[in-house]
Each structure stands twice: as structure tokens, then as C-alpha cells.
């Protein structure tokens, strides 16, 4: 049985999506943020950064949301290419892409008390959402020239769209910096992937509205807090 550490809308809604499109059984449980569970002794027993996700697996906890899709390619398949495919090498360079660099960027925006102080905020922010935007122009036509790696359902899908989710979302006082229909591709694989089963059921499980990736509103969860 796999079990997944989560908390609404962060990033273990990529690895929640991923399961349910692979459509393996798994149980949950919630990293109540309010409390800052994620700080307790038992989670960061499971990963000693104290981040949300963890996926428990038979292999072990597994922490890092592209070493979790990364595992869960290799051993089921389906939403992405396993080795020795013929465009593994290409989505390992975009999952790695997605991870260290879009994910690592957003992270800045999010939580700058994290890594400028109070006085460079503004600049930071001006700098960085230029950076995310240069590199969300990047991935557009490789969403639209790779469907076999960005195709609805696939692994390097979800990560984009959920990225691209929280980009126009948060920090919710923040001002909007990225709109979708500058990146046409990206457009019509959320439009595409919002009716999905695995997206529905995976909102409805967190308190997301209807329209997870074209018109996302924020989480209202009923179990634990976003942040
Ligand atoms: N590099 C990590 C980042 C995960 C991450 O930033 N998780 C956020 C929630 S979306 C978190 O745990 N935030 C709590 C904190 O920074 O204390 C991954 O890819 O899993």
C-alpha cells in the first residue's frame, strides 16, 4: 500500500494526481500545516527537510516531487517513459527542468521571508516572476510539439499545470504576474485536463474548485490548511 503525506493544494497534489491517473490504490494522510506538522518528529522522521510530499512505498519514504513521479515511471509506466524508451532522456531533462528550476523559482515567490530580507521583497519579486515567466515561455512550444511527454494525464503535464495553478494563484494578497493566454498551449492542456477523472477527483479530495488549471480559484479545503 502506498500512502501519501499531504497537505491541500500543496505539492503532493501533483503526486495525488499522478496516483490517481495511474490509478493505484493509496490511503492518505494529512500534514496539518496550521500546526506545522511538517516540523514534528514523526514527519520529518519520513523527510528531514520537513517539505510536503512524502510518499510512503515499499521501497521507503520518498521525498522530492520529481524523485516520487520519477519512481512511479519506473515502476508503472503509463505517464511517462520508462528507461530505454524511446523519450526517456528528453523527459528526464524536463522533469528535472520542472523540479529544479520552475519549482525551485516558485518556491522564491511564495516564501521570499525564505531567501531575501524584507528590504530587496520587491525587487526579488520583480526579478524572479521575469525569470518564470521567460521559462513558462520556454515550455510552452514543447508543450505543444510533445504530446507524448505533455499529453493529458502524463506525469510532466500534471507537474506543469499544478505549477502554473499556484503561479496564478499565490500568494493570494500578491499581485497576478502570469496569465495564461500569453502560453497557447499551455491553455488548451489545462482546458483539456480540467475534466479529467483523476484532476476531478483529486480536487474534490482537497477543496479546489471546478476548474483546477484554466480558471483556478483558491483551495477551500476541509481537512488541514494550504499554508
Ligand atoms: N523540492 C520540494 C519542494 C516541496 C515544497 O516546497 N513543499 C511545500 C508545500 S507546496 C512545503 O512543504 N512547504 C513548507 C515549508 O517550506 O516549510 C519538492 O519538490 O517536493
Not at 521571508?113 to 521567460?134: C, E, F, N, S
Request: proline share 9%.
Amino acid at each position: 500500500m502506498l500512502t501519501l503525506h499531504f497537505a491541500p493544494d500543496n505539492a503532493s497534489l501533483i503526486v495525488r494526481m499522478a496516483l490517481l491517473e495511474l490509478g493505484l490504490p493509496f490511503q492518505t494522510v494529512l500534514v496539518d500545516r496550521s500546526v506545522r506538522a511538517q516540523d514534528h518528529a514523526d514527519y520529518r522522521a519520513l523527510n528531514p527537510a520537513g517539505l510536503i510530499p512524502v510518499l510512503e512505498t515499499p521501497e521507503g519514504p520518498l521525498f522530492e516531487t520529481g524523485a516520487i513521479l520519477l519512481w512511479l515511471v519506473d515502476q508503472f509506466g503509463q505517464i511517462g517513459p520508462q528507461l530505454g524508451q524511446p523519450s526517456r532522456a528528453d523527459f528526464l531533462k524536463w522533469l528535472f527542468f520542472l523540479s529544479n528550476t520552475v519549482h525551485a523559482d516558485l518556491r522564491q515567490v511564495f516564501y521570499p521571508d525564505q531567501y531575501v530580507p524584507q528590504t530587496a521583497k520587491t525587487a526579488h519579486h520583480g526579478l524572479i516572476t521575469a525569470r518564470l515567466i521567460r521559462h513558462f515561455s520556454v515550455l510552452d512550444p514543447v508543450v505543444a510539439a510533445r504530446p507524448d511527454l505533455f499529453g493529458p494525464g502524463m506525469a510532466l503535464s500534471i507537474y506543469l499545470l499544478v505549477l502554473a495553478r499556484w503561479a496564478r494563484l499565490y500568494p493570494t494578497d500578491g499581485p497576478v504576474w502570469l496569465q495564461l493566454d500569453t502560453f497557447p498551449a499551455l491553455a488548451r492542456l489545462a482546458a483539456t485536463c480540467d475534466g479529467r477523472t483523476a484532476v476531478r477527483a483529486a480536487a474534490q479530495a482537497e477543496g479546489i474548485g471546478p476548474s483546477l488549471f484554466l480558471i483556478p480559484s483558491p483551495c477551500n479545503p476541509t481537512l488541514g490548511s494550504v499554508l
